[in-house]
């Protein structure tokens, strides 16, 4: 057997705790060795945290790596790969860190506040990786079902209440909290890259567009303010159904009582995997890199733009990458 991968985690939120932790609990492959967080305690804590039972079961004889910054934990342990999971406008200081150190990134969405600093991300060497968790749920799971040829047409909605996750830090906006994910699982989804965007409304907790792609039209809602619900429809020209995936706060109670995997953790318990492969030099899967993110944020400029002219079609202007580096 190969030796776990050996992960540090930046950023010690929400996420660490009710997502990559769990996650990585039952994986063989993979391990969390050294944790950072500008909260020390919480770095601490996190890096005790049971999955199990729910809480930190850190006491003062334990020896686990805590620091409260990147570089103090890229320069002192020795690690294969680092997940981060800061604040997004911390997160190409983070990425950029690590690069220098010579290792490999796996960045939380959205990738950067800005479509600037996704180029940033792009132009690291070794390029990271960025956590579009949602191919490793709806994507891998109805991208089966749908045809490679032909016009798509997609209706994707996920909303959620912010003050039930409860954030340490992150008030993301609705647009780049939630609609980045769709973007991004919208062209997963089609294999296909956005061109334009039109009938944006956009407010700091809901936002809607109708994004176009090479061969598919994807109708975007989220919300920050609602109920906890995801939907997917991917339908052909004439409006037959393909594939779709519902999950709602009932439904997922339920499977959970059934003994079911949370869908987060199982996500990115996949996105995990697939990190590590990436890091081994093995097939990446369905792992998102940094065009991607490029392309997200190329798309949530464009949205932003066509709310500011009143819903007007505003083309996604793609930055030549090649050029960039």
Known sequence: MAAPVRLGLVGCGRIAERGYLPAARDLSGVEFVAFADPDFDRARDVSHFDPAIGRSKWDMRSESPVFATVDGLVETERVDGLVVATPAEL??????????????????????????????????????ALAFNRRFLQGVELAPRVPAEGWLELDLELSFRRGGWGAHVCRDEALLDAGTHLIDLAAFLADSTPIAVRDAAIAPERASLELELGRARARIRCAT???????????????????????GAIRGRAARLRGAPDPLVRSLRRQLEAFAAAIRGEDRGALAGPADGVATMATIEAARRSAELGGAEVTVALPDLAAAR
């Open 91 to 128: 997160h190409v200081e983070a990425a950029e860190l690590a690069a220098r150190a010579g290792i490999p990134s796996l960045v939380e969405k959205p990738p950067a506040p800005d479509l600037v600093g996704a180029m940033r991300l792009a132009a690291l060497d070794p390029a990271p």
């Open 225 to 247: 303010d609602g109920r906890y619900a995801e939907r997917i429809e991917v339908r052909d020209r004439a409006g037959g159904l393909l594939a779709a995936n519902r999950i």
